[in-house]
């Protein structure tokens, strides 16, 4: 009886509201009231995905799995693989197989307005100009192409078509990474001084992989540095960088598997990362920024995060974290999809920009530089067109 005062009035006279983080329930009240506002009303999409490797694969599996887009053509070169697809996914005859060497057939079909590519980075480019060319709509996986001048054409042609050329830097859309940087644009940690950035990958890349992906600082790298311009609102002017190759394989073909960098920027703030090939206890991926009136961070998730283990005296345990970035960016790669959807049915404003992705292919190849010779290297943007506010 002591509490009963404190008791207050009947939970139901207060107004029903539950935590914008729980984007799960905003999920399920707009599909319980079917809040038509939510849903495109826009004719599909009729699209093509170039390769399905590591990145392909996923962007598959989404393009089958959403109405906003009708997939009329598969390409890859491994023919052996088509009759599989075909059945594990239950395509219908309309949709298409075909090789890289028949892509024309994709570029002159007028019919498909959106072109997916998930092919090994040499391949972009190519891909990206003949898409363009006949009027359709790039997603891209990154980078664009394997240089800073090819990139800058293709966004070019993009431009002087009137054409969506997206970048996927898919992690911008991650719930946890996204909410970070609302609340650090809010102000909620102030001033910020210190965005740390740890990214360790899992299962280690094939060496087949590695010698088609660019480079360890224009493939995983590029997501690091992102993150911290996203986060930031601004580029840095110094790189300074660090990098060894402890794996014998990744040595041999002259690229790196262990990476610590730090970016400093016109604010004041500094980006401290730490970047590795191989984790062997799952894909370790945190996001921290530090300021003036406290921290926020991003910590690994788990698929069964709210299950613990008490065992003897060995204290307690809880389920690994994400075996690998499909598991940890599930939600991300889907909600990357539906903002380039939004793109190119509704004409939003792109979220990852021509001069973003461009300035971080600067970045790492300025960071790539510092690596090899032990030296910090300034970065000036004076001739690269970048808006004020950069993001």
């Given at each position: ?283 370790d991926q945190r996001l921290e920024a530090f300021g003036n009136k406290g921290m926020i961070k991003v910590e690994n998730e788990r698929p069964c995060h709210s299950t613990e283990i008490v065992i003897g005296h060995e204290g307690v345990k809880q389920t690994p974290i994400y075996y690998s970035f499909p598991s940890r960016y599930q939600l991300a790669y889907k909600l990357e999809l539906e903002h380039f959807l939004d793109v190119v049915q509704h004409g939003v404003p792109m979220e990852v920009t021509s001069w ?36």
């Open positions: 009886m002591a509490t009963k005062k404190f008791a207050g009035p009947s939970p139901y006279t207060f107004k029903d509201t539950y935590p914008v983080d729980d984007y799960k329930h905003t999920e399920y009240v707009n599909n319980v009231t079917a809040n038509i506002k939510t849903k495109s009303q826009a004719a599909p999409v009729v699209g093509a995905i170039f390769g399905l490797g590591r990145a392909g694969s996923i962007h598959l599996a989404s393009l089958i799995r959403n109405p906003r887009v009708i997939l009329k053509y598969i390409v890859d070169d491994r023919v052996e693989r088509f009759a599989e697809l075909k059945n594990y996914w239950k395509l219908s005859d309309d949709v298409q197989f075909v090789t890289s060497k028949d892509a024309d057939r994709v570029y002159k079909d007028k019919s498909v307005n959106v072109v997916f590519i998930g092919s090994p980075t040499y391949t972009h480019h190519d891909i990206v100009v003949n898409s363009i060319a006949n009027n359709k709509d790039v997603f891209c996986e990154k980078p664009i192409a394997e240089n800073i001048e090819d990139t800058k054409k293709c966004y070019e042609a993009a431009k002087a078509k009137g054409k969506a050329l997206y970048a996927a830097f898919n992690r911008r859309f991650d719930p946890a990474y996204r909410g970070l940087r609302d609340r650090v644009r809010k102000g909620e940690v102030g001033h910020v001084q210190i965005v740390r950035v740890t990214a360790r990958d899992s299962p280690l890349p094939s060496v087949e992989y590695l010698k088609t992906s660019g480079g360890v600082f224009h493939d995983c790298l590029v997501h690091d540095f992102d993150m911290a311009c996203w986060v930031l609102g601004e580029l840095p002017i110094r790189v300074q960088a660090h990098a060894t190759a402890l794996i014998p394989e990744v040595k041999a073909i002259d690229d790196f598997d262990t990476i610590a960098f730090l970016l400093s920027f016109p604010s004041g703030a500094v980006a401290i990362g730490d970047n590795s090939r191989y984790s062997a206890y799952g894909y973003q992705t461009l300035a971080v292919s600067k970045i790492a190849t300025a960071a790539e530089e510092s690596a090899r010779t032990s030296k910090a290297v300034d970065i000036d943007w004076s001739k690269d067109a970048i808006p004020a506010q950069y993001s």
